[in-house]
């Protein structure tokens, strides 16, 4: 009896391991590799916007320091495109074994999937890991622009209505939203166009070609800090350790209550067993206190995310998402069907 009992137990954990991998839950193979043994191969940070801006340095920055804590080589890959949506369905769509990781932000993790019809997924397609930390996101502008200061740009766009253009890296994202956000509030007309990548709106900006930008801070730093670019506020409630020269938005007159920031976050896919989630969480722990990393990230105005477990930056995301949503509501940014 007892054999019997061994023999049909040990068939039903096979029949279930198949069924699972049919499913496309995991391979036979991927059952079998032992989270113990992770990592055993490269892992894949997926980014999912262009080189060179502020993500992907981040991230780059991250990966090298990640590599060193896990004894194998963090590659950033690059999907571009859609709001960032592409980046974050390649990795709900990966293999939940730990080796295919988004570096993902607020715009793409949180707030498209209530402004991107395409996106056609939510946040909690995603397991959290790690809260990595937060960043500001800066209005500028083009350097012969005749406006000084954010009060002279905002008396310009009421005298030009509809004149004045800005891009962001996407429409429905975070940037979309804090610039409509102070359109709202200072009952101005400026024109949206939208952008796949920071490096290509630092281009077309330097270049005279769209008049404004909102853009993620650490991107644009030293333009501004060579004066290239006019700064004219953090789209936040308080100025950011990025420069604090800088005004935030909410110390002009008629914008108080504007806060609008960009936090960065580890996710895996749904799935990915919590051995391998825990472990990572805690490789990026380490790697968030090493001093290289922490004094480039404060050169990039990275605010390196306080200790917290994966349960609260859950949560965080989760409220995250919550005020976001009041937000989209407020300044009427539907979904958008093209």
């Given at each position: 009896m007892r054999t019997f009992k061994h023999l049909l137990s040990v068939r039903m954990a096979i029949m279930a391991t198949a069924a699972l991998a049919a499913t496309g839950g995991v391979s036979a193979a991927q059952a079998a590799e032992s989270a113990a043994g992770y990592p055993a191969r490269p892992i894949r940070l997926v980014v999912s916007?262009?080189?060179g801006g502020s993500l992907d340095a981040m991230t780059r920055s991250l990966g090298q320091e990640l590599g060193k804590e896990l004894g194998q080589s963090a590659v950033v890959e690059n999907f571009a495109g859609a709001g960032g949506t592409i980046g974050v369905k390649r990795v709900i769509a990966a293999a939940p074994d730990g080796y295919t990781l988004l570096m993902?932000?607020?715009s793409d993790v949180a707030l498209a999937p209530l402004?991107?019809?395409t996106a056609n997924y939510r946040s909690s397609d995603l397991l959290p890991i790690a809260n990595i930390g937060t960043s500001g996101i800066v209005l500028i502008g083009r350097p012969d622009l005749q406006a000084d200061n954010l009060a002279e740009l905002l008396q310009?766009?009421?005298a030009q209505p509809g004149r004045l253009t800005y891009a962001t890296s996407?429409?429905?994202s975070m940037q979309h939203v804090a610039m409509e956000d102070l359109k709202s509030r200072a009952g101005i007309d400026v024109q949206l166009i939208p952008y796949k990548s920071a490096s290509n709106i630092v281009?077309?900006?330097l270049g005279g070609h769209v008049d404004l930008a909102v853009i993620g801070l650490p991107a644009v730093l030293p333009l501004i800090a060579q004066k290239k670019v006019k700064a004219y506020a953090v789209m936040s409630g308080k100025r950011d350790l990025?420069?604090?020269?800088?005004p935030?938005?909410?110390?002009?007159p008629g914008l108080e209550g504007m806060d609008f920031a960009l936090w960065t976050g580890m996710f895996a896919p749904k799935g990915t067993p919590a051995e391998i989630v825990e472990k990572m969480h805690v490789a990026v722990a380490k790697a968030l206190t090493q001093p290289r990393v922490v004094e480039q990230f404060s050169k990039m105005g990275v605010e390196i995310a306080a200790p917290h477990s994966v349960a609260e930056f859950d949560a965080y995301v989760q409220n995250s998402q919550r005020q976001l949503q009041e937000s989209v509501a407020r300044v009427k940014i539907g979904l958008d069907k093209n």
């Open positions: 916007y262009g080189a993902g932000i607020t402004t991107n019809e310009l766009a009421k996407g429409s429905g281009t077309d900006v990025g420069d604090k020269s800088i935030a938005a909410g110390e002009t």
